[in-house]
């Protein structure tokens, strides 16, 4: 990824928010500058909960560019706690002890590096929750 791109990106991935589009009352995430259901531009940002149930998931085996010696990923489909589901890595897991149906909260990772420059990346990821249920 370049810099630039992250750097546009980078409030959106350290906060955990997502797009509420005030039209139709969708929250997308990642945030959006249109809402795909019904087209607004009128949206914003909007704090997600870091805490939701893991409904699905799937272990990519084969990864492409840098990230290919961090396969194999496993990927979540989650339910947040406001009933919005996102798609997100997860982390801190035994890839073959994953279950549908725990609970994970949100946490910030490293992603990746700025093959350019170095910079280490961060953005949002999902472990088991910790101290809850
Ligand atoms: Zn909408």
Redesign the pocket.
Known sequence: MVLPVWWRKRIPRYRFVGAL?K????IHYPPRNA??????RN?ELVPLPRRGVLESYSIVYSVPGDNRLNAPLPIGLIRLENGVRVVAELTDVVPEKLENGIEVEAVIRRIGEDGETGTILYGVKFRPALGRK
Do not use: A, E
């Open positions: 589009c039209d139709c009352g969708r809402c795909p259901y019904c087209g607004s949206l």
